[in-house]
């Protein structure tokens, strides 16, 4: 299945519609192979579709947040940053001196869920 048309089955699958903007929108994130933030994910998106505006933008990546799509982080600057995440966890560790990010691997996670049912009887979402 191709890219454009996993985007779209799962926009359909929530039952949003799939507009062209929705598909450039989330086609930028998807395929920047790394963080953006959406004046970024804007800026590109008006090269193909220049009469997109700001709040699309938000609009599309809330909705692609909650949709587990997108991941967003904040990287410790004013902006936060969005990046594909095609429904599986995604973490980050950032160093708050430099600002250096490096992923974190979700087992690390599982492992920390699983402490806290056991000790605490406390199912964290640490999506």
Known sequence: MSCET???TALKDAGQ???PQRMLILSSVRHAG???TASQ???EVRHSYPYVDASTVYRT???ARELKLVNETNMGSDDNQFEWTGKERHHHLICRSCGEVTSLDNSY???LASTLLEDHRFQADLD
């Open 41 to 43: 994910i804007l800026e």
């Open 34 to 36: 790394g963080h953006l």
């Open 17 to 19: 519609k799939v507009t």
């Open 6 to 8: 996993e985007t779209a």
């Open 109 to 111: 996670l599982d492992g």
């Open 61 to 63: 990546l809330a909705s």
